[in-house]
């Protein structure tokens, strides 16, 4: 008995140490578990459970603002809610529905309760579960009512939540839009080689990309507790962003708003400043567009609208507007024959309205002819003849080598993003690009701004400021505490002074092109008319006389470059008017309402004066039409 009784008991001690040990092996797994998962493991699940309970959010540093050189605000920000998303608490969701993003509750609310447009919310839903820990912008600047519909009922849809953000805002609206340029969200690429977070804007044209990181700032962030749907709880901490530089430029808001009104609803371009320092005072594109309409994130049907507008109001004409400088262009080839000895003061041709060359004639503007023509009236009439026996004595070479020298066929260095070097075409151009030589018979329409000479309105800006200044090359900008930089082109005075006495005498002399509209009694103005035909004489001709065409696009585009006052200059001025006829009844009276503004501005005439021809009406006189 006690020994079946020793056998039981030995048998259950057999099972209890085969249980016991068993029982120290789970053990052993457990303990080791538990170091992988809290020593080796540890700082990762850590760091997975904190971001399922706390989230660090950006806060967009302020832009700088923006502001004329009088302190005028030309770009500031004010207070918006926006509404982001966050991709992490859309991604169960996301795979249950097959990956189908417009399936998603957030979706059918954005979409239905916030009538935001279908595709953009479809884009941006899929870049926040892309990129599933960045918060993505939904909405900027939210109306009251979106705001309130998201609070009330963001509850029930996850990922969602607002945050009091700012937004670009241009008070003048159009007016210095292509100066300004205007700011947009930041693309993928740029959020993902971390140089912007998703949302933050980025200067994308004009003085706002030129001068981004000056105007950026630096953001901050805040980190919250958040529940299990991303509401935020408690903040727990944050590092408050540094805002953006201001920026004083050298504009002014009078000489822009004159340009505005003097130009209309014609296209065009005004560009002034100061020929001594190259200080841009207006800087004018039209037509223009609203540069607002682009820091709310541009709706489809207001891109579109501008891009096929015919009349391309994004195209910033002052810096890429390519057209013949006409007779403007006079001058440089004054300035070459001066400079190479082809001519001087008492070189007189006789015009006769026309000159053979070649197998064809050349005619001057003037059908009938000026008669016996000096350099002083050669300018001042702008007589054609005169300046197609000019070109045929300096040829292509030399006309290239004097059109660079002040500036043509280079950008001015302004302070822009990006600038059009224009064209001074010479032989090799022509054997490169036409696969011909040079003919002789093409000097002459270069000899009087014509042919495949392109300039822009800027270069001429430059070009007319180095007969002001007195023989300067100044380099325009538009930041106002910069140091001007200047280069002196080795330029007899006495050359100088010639060409600028002609110039005068356009305004001044009774036989100028632009007497009866140009001048005025209190201030001397000097200046160059110029007419640029944009289709050929044959076609010009019948789309004048009304036969068989009547397209406005055939007709001539008009220009004036001018300074003032005359003895010191103070402001030199380029203005261009598309399909505006004759540049002396087009452009001229433009130039001279921006004159007369700025000189009202700093003093120098009094605020009466009136802006009209002192000499009676333009149409009492038959008068020069350059």
Request: charged share 25%; net charge positive; hydrophobic share 35%.
């Amino acid at each position: 008995m006690a020994l079946a009784r020793e056998k039981v008991l030995s048998k259950y001690k057999e099972r209890i140490g085969i249980l016991i040990k068993i029982v120290n092996v789970f053990l052993g797994i457990l303990l080791l578990t538990a170091f992988y998962l809290q020593v080796v493991r540890g700082g990762y699940y850590r760091d997975l459970s904190f971001r399922n309970s706390v989230r660090t959010y950006p806060i967009f540093a302020s832009r700088g603002v923006i502001y004329d050189r009088d302190g005028n605000i030309l770009a500031d920000n004010y207070p918006t809610h926006d509404l982001y998303v966050v991709g992490e608490y859309l991604l169960d969701e996301y795979k249950k529905c097959g990956k189908d993003i417009t399936k998603l509750r957030v979706y059918d609310f954005l979409v239905k309760e916030l009538k935001l447009d279908p595709e953009e919310v479809r884009n941006k839903l899929q870049e926040a579960v892309d990129s599933p820990y960045q918060p993505v912008l939904i909405k900027k600047d939210m109306d009251d009512w979106m705001v309130a519909k998201v609070e009330a009922l963001n509850w029930s849809i996850a990922g969602l939540y607002t945050e009091v953000g700012e937004k670009r805002y241009y008070p003048y609206g159009p007016l210095f839009a292509h100066v300004l340029g205007y700011v947009g969200e930041s693309n993928i690429d740029e959020v993902k080689n971390y140089y912007y977070l998703p949302g933050e804007f980025v200067g994308r044209d004009g003085i706002e990309k030129t001068y981004e990181t000056y105007l950026r700032g630096v953001g901050g962030w805040e980190q919250w507790e958040v529940d299990a749907v991303g509401r935020k709880v408690r903040l727990l901490r944050k590092a408050i962003p540094t805002k953006g530089k201001d920026l004083f430029t050298t504009l002014l808001l009078p000489l822009q708003q004159k340009a505005a009104i003097a130009l209309g609803n014609r296209s065009g371009a005004v560009v002034a400043m100061d020929p001594n320092t190259g200080e841009i005072f207006c800087y004018y594109s039209s037509p223009p567009y609203d540069p607002n309409l682009f820091t709310r994130g541009i709706k489809k049907d207001d891109w579109n609208r501008l891009i096929d507008d015919p009349n391309k109001p994004l195209l910033d004409r002052v810096r890429y507007g390519l057209y013949p400088p006409g007779s403007t262009f006079k001058m440089v080839m004054l300035l070459a024959g001066l400079m190479e000895g082809k001519i001087n003061q008492n070189t007189s041709v006789t015009c006769i309205g026309k000159i053979h060359f070649g197998n064809r004639d050349f005619r001057c503007w003037k059908k009938e002819g000026h008669g016996i023509v000096n350099l002083y009236r050669a300018l001042v009439e702008s007589c054609d003849v005169y300046f197609y026996m000019l070109g045929i004595n300096l040829g292509v070479d030399l006309i290239e080598k004097y059109a660079r020298l002040l500036g043509y066929g280079q950008k001015t260095g302004i302070d822009m993003p990006g600038e059009a070097t224009g064209l001074v075409p010479n032989r090799d151009w022509k054997r490169r690009v036409f696969k011909q030589p040079w003919y002789p018979g093409e000097t002459l329409p270069l000899s009087i701004g014509q042919g495949y000479l392109r300039v822009t309105p800027l270069q001429q800006l430059v070009m007319v400021s180095f007969f002001a200044n007195g023989g300067f090359i100044v380099q325009p900008h538009i930041r106002k505490d910069v140091s001007p930089n200047v280069i002196k082109i080795d330029v007899p005075r006495e050359y100088i002074d010639m060409i600028r006495n002609a110039l005068l005498g356009v305004v001044e002399d009774k036989r100028g092109t632009a007497h009866y509209t140009v001048k005025v009694k209190d201030v001397l103005i000097a200046g160059k008319t110029g007419t640029a035909q944009v289709v050929g004489r044959d076609i010009e001709e019948r789309y004048k006389s009304g036969k068989h065409i009547s397209r406005r696009e055939y007709k001539e585009h008009g220009w004036f470059v001018a300074f003032a006052p005359y003895e010191k200059p103070l402001i030199a001025v380029s203005v261009i008017v598309e399909h505006g006829g004759h540049g002396s009844s087009s452009a001229g009276p433009v130039a001279k309402e921006v004159i007369l503004e700025y000189l009202k501005y700093k003093g120098i005439i009094p605020q009466t004066t009136e802006n009209g021809a002192n000499e009676g009406s333009v149409n009492r006189y038959n008068i020069p039409q350059d």
